[in-house]
């Protein structure tokens, strides 16, 4: 079945200790995108990768750090986390940048 | 970065009404994309609209893609119980998922 997958899907962690939320796809898509979604503000873009090596910001990427070492995965690393980053956080992948976004089923993060 | 104001933000109907919503925005979108969140899911694509004036359907759902590319609005038609969720307006320039700007959302729940 095609499909993104994040892990884990629900994280309470404790500010400062840094934490990886992994973003996997089997469909072979070049770009991967992170997106944050708090209430009455929508969705955000974190980072970007339009394909393996390449990464860059969105349009909130400060805290966040991501990697594309391969072409199936794209972890979302928060070095130092804060409680402002307590958020539901979705990975997505698409064929191209022009086709449409396949979401995954989220992860709730909250910092304490 | 962009805005999108997407209205309303919450709506509360009886089962068979119909539903309308729409987006605005200040810029010119070359897309525009109409999303449907379920509750602990990623957004789902419900429509895609590529052209100004294009209107669309997919099912009970119609959408229209505004003459000035500056909107877009969502009908539902004879709304059932699995139509409840956070509906996303999104809109994109050129270039691709990357420059995506999503709308605030709006959590449509209905009374049986």
């Known amino acids: 079945e095609a499909q993104v997958t994040q892990n884990p899907r629900y994280l309470i962690t404790v500010t400062g200790k840094k934490l990886t939320v992994t973003c996997s796809q089997n469909?072979?898509?070049?770009?991967m995108s992170w997106y944050r979604q708090d209430p009455g503000l929508g969705l955000r873009q974190i980072y970007y990768?339009?394909?393996?090596?390449?990464?860059d910001k969105g349009d909130v990427p400060e805290g966040y750090k991501v990697s594309r070492k391969e072409k199936r995965n794209f972890p979302l690393i928060l070095e130092s986390p804060s409680p402002n980053q307590t958020s539901l956080y979705f990975c997505?992948?698409?064929?191209?940048?022009?086709?449409?976004?396949?979401f995954g089923n989220g992860t709730r993060l909250t910092v304490t | 970065g962009q805005q999108l104001n997407q209205s309303p933000q919450s709506m509360f109907i009886q089962e068979g009404e119909d539903v309308s919503m729409n987006c605005t925005s200040s810029s010119i979108f070359n897309t525009w994309l109409w999303y449907k969140q379920d509750p602990g899911e990623g957004p789902v694509l419900l429509i895609a609209l590529y052209k100004a004036g294009e209107l669309t359907s997919n099912g009970r759902l119609t959408a229209q893609f505004g003459i000035t590319r500056k909107d877009s609005f969502l009908n539902i038609s004879a709304s059932i119980p699995s139509d409840v969720g956070i509906y996303f307006c999104?809109?994109?320039?050129?270039?691709?998922?990357?420059?995506?700007?999503f709308g605030q959302g709006t959590r449509l729940t209905i009374n049986p």
């Open positions: 997505a992948s698409a064929g191209r940048a022009q086709s449409p976004l396949h």
């Open positions: 990768s339009m394909n393996v090596e390449v990464t």
């Open positions: 999104a809109g994109q320039q050129g270039g691709g998922a990357q420059k995506l700007v």
């Open positions: 469909m072979n898509h070049e770009y």
